[in-house]
């Protein structure tokens, strides 16, 4: 299967093959954004109460108000001309939009406070230019008098300007530090334009096909999403390519023809990248069960992006190598019997001792894994982004200055013939600052309940689980308070399902590839030890060193998901290779090959993948900078210790055992030392 790409001619053939497949791919590229959406009700469980009530509201007529509140501050307290310049920015409001309310001075006397709204949908260019107007009109103050425009709509306006052009931006990024580094990698003017521009290729197919199976399917296909596939793509499709490339450079020293060198290149790495590319699409592909839609939606759209780029690089990008030829490789060709440069074995000492080795690596993976007990997932909303915007400060300003009428509405969906007494239970529950009609229509009334405590408290959720429990049934509780409450439920539920499912399904990947239960089991153990180490120490720089208060609820799974994939996938370019030697060399020495031969390409995949994902940090979103750091740590564990330094001096140590239910004897004579590098000449064909 992995002769066409290598062929005389099949390399044109699918080159041009993937010419026009890109070609018809563009247009379905080009219209990502039809499936794209941030909105909430695209995040939460089809069955989540707060969903529901998006529903209802659906089908009321009239359209909501967006309200924005203003509110004015001077810490020292107001001063004689402050009540003048609020009220000629309160008249100019009024010209525009619906300002009903007259300033409400704090009881303090530090601050006044009044409201903006509009109708949703209105004439203007939208949310964001009517957020934008009325900041506009308050920045003119007196000195020492700050004003702040906040409340949900502004909340939801800042969030949208973060992701404003992120997708771009992450590519750009990505993009440069994947090139800085294979030119680092490789030394050679052209050589690392060959893997980057063909996993750009990837990266386009991909953006195509889950246009189209996110259009068949309805799945969500959020910013966060899209962008983590974009990182995965790249991520995944530099190591296929450094492993293909430093399978192909060694089989050059060994074949006169550059199709007989890539033929067998393949045939050595191309099962390894399969097998781990497709474990790795099917761990993702195994987040299809959350519950929570924009999980589900990572799962799909990775796998589907991994998919596409295995597709990719075993097969367009051998056909480009080989068309290339060996001066690609320029100034450091791999000449025909050339032995590669001499390298120091700096993994030799893991071998003195193995299992002393990979008890002090388990040991050290276990005390970063302490780490995780501190560990929250409760971020709120105000704590979302690397820097705090107006909405959110303006929040804090209106608890401090006007206590107990800091909360943000909640939204309540009952039929209108319960209306009546779903307003007696909202106003007699404890914590309730007000409760009113919104809107009526088609059999449902509306009802804005104002709770006394802040966003994204504690009280909050009490608040509304009082409302849940007491109001009459079918009444539903919507609203950001209540979706908060929702998506930490519904994260729960789906950490406890899809854990188990993955390492189910990594399971029998690698039992079906290596027939061996015993190393199965020791590969999923240490991969999973090391996902627990990088949430212990990422969760140390978030406190510590970044200063977050607390991580995404769905942060620990979707981490989990990642490392455990990328864990077995370099996993498996490991023991795969001493599986391939074992017969011939036993299975220490084979290992120790594997180590000296593979180690430094699996090093620098490791690299290039950590580095790409803690692109994800330079953005200005929590929830993804949290995602890019422990994401990166973790590769960065498995690659230079966990491989090395725990994987490879277990199978050593426990290799009577290892192989079970396969021959649990070794009886292969060591392989002398350097045999490895020499080369074995095939001269047929043309070069």
């Known amino acids: 299967m992995f002769t066409l790409p290598a062929g005389r001619r099949g390399k044109w053939v699918t080159m041009a093959l993937w010419v026009l497949l890109l070609v018809a791919a563009f247009p379905l590229a080009s219209g990502m954004s039809s499936v794209q959406s941030d909105d909430v009700t695209d995040r939460l469980p089809a069955g989540a109460e707060s969903t529901l009530v998006h529903d209802v509201e659906a089908r009321v007529p009239g359209s909501p108000n967006e309200e924005l509140l203003v509110v004015y501050h001077r810490a020292g307290g107001l001063a004689g001309g402050d009540a003048r310049a609020v009220a000629r920015q309160h008249d100019t409001l009024a010209r525009e939009f619906d300002v009903a309310m007259p300033p409400v001075p704090s009881k303090d006397g530090t601050a006044l406070m009044y409201a903006v709204t509009r109708p949703a949908g209105g004439a203007d260019a939208g949310t964001a230019a009517f957020v934008e107007r009325v900041r506009t009109v308050t920045a003119d103050l007196p000195a020492g008098l700050s004003a702040e425009v906040t409340g949900p709509t502004a909340v939801g306006a800042d969030v949208g300007a973060v992701f404003d052009g992120i997708d771009t931006t992450l590519l750009l990024v990505t993009v440069l530090v994947v090139a800085f580094l294979l030119i680092l990698t490789y030394r050679s003017p052209f050589l690392w334009l060959v893997p980057l521009l063909t996993v750009g290729a990837a990266a386009f197919l991909s953006t195509a096909l889950v246009r189209v199976v996110a259009g068949a399917l309805g799945l969500t296909v959020s910013t966060q999403s899209s962008s983590i596939m974009i990182v995965m793509v790249f991520g995944a499709g530099t190591d296929y390519a450094l492993l293909v490339v430093a399978r192909y450079r060694e089989q050059l020293r060994r074949h006169a023809d550059v199709h007989a060198a890539m033929r067998a290149a393949l045939r050595g790495v191309g099962p390894a990248i399969l097998a781990s590319g497709s474990t790795v699409a099917l761990g993702l592909a195994c987040l299809f069960v959350a519950e929570m839609n924009d999980i589900s939606g990572v799962g799909v759209i990775g796998a589907i992006g991994i998919v596409a780029t295995l597709a990719t690089m075993l097969t367009l990008f051998p056909a480009v190598l080989t068309a290339l030829g060996r001066k690609v490789f320029w100034p450091r060709v791999p000449e025909l019997g050339s032995t590669p440069p001499a390298s120091r074995d700096r993994w030799r ?151 188990p499912i993955v390492l189910a399904v990594v399971l029998v990947v690698l039992f079906l590839l290596l027939r061996a239960l015993a190393a199965s089991l020791l590969v999923v153990g240490a991969v999973v030890l090391s996902y627990l180490a990088a949430l212990g120490l990422g969760t140390l720089v978030f406190h510590g060193l970044l200063g977050f208060a607390a991580a995404e609820p769905t942060m620990p799974v979707l981490v989990f998901v990642f490392l455990v994939a990328f864990g077995v996938d370099y996993a498996i370019f490991l023991v795969a290779r001493i599986a391939e030697d074992r017969a011939e060399l036993g299975t220490e020495a084979a290992t120790r090959r594997a180590v000296a031969v593979t180690g430094p390409v699996i090093a620098s995949a490791g690299l290039v993948l950590a580095a790409t994902f803690a692109v994800l940090a330079s953005l200005p979103f929590v929830p993804m900078v949290e995602i890019g750091v422990v994401v990166a740590v973790g590769v960065l564990l498995q690659t230079l210790l966990v491989a090395p330094a725990l994987l490879a001096p277990l199978i050593v140590g426990l290799r009577r055992w290892i192989w079970w239910p396969g021959p649990a004897t070794d009886d292969a004579e060591p392989e002398e030392p350097g045999a490895a590098d020499q080369p074995v000449l095939v001269t047929e064909g043309r070069s």
């Open 349 to 499: 000492w893991v071998f003195g001792r193995p299992l002393r080795t990979a008890a002090g690596s388990a040991v050290v993976l276990g005390a970063l894994a302490i780490g995780m007990t501190g560990l929250s997932t409760d971020l709120r909303q105000a704590d979302s982004f690397t820097t705090t915007p107006e909405s959110v400060t303006g929040f804090a300003t209106l608890a401090k200055a006007y206590p107990g009428q800091g909360g943000r509405p909640l939204t309540v969906a009952t039929p209108t013939d319960r209306a009546a007494e779903v307003l007696a239970v909202a106003h007699a529950t404890d914590g309730v600052v007000s409760a009113e009609t919104s809107r009526e229509g088609n059999g449902w009334t509306l009802v804005d309940v104002v709770p006394a405590a802040g966003p994204d408290t504690d009280r909050e959720a009490a608040v509304i689980a009082r409302l849940r429990a007491d109001l009459p049934a079918p009444a539903l509780v919507g609203g950001e308070g209540a979706e908060r409450v929702d998506t930490e439920a519904a994260s729960a539920r789906d950490t406890w399902l899809v854990i």
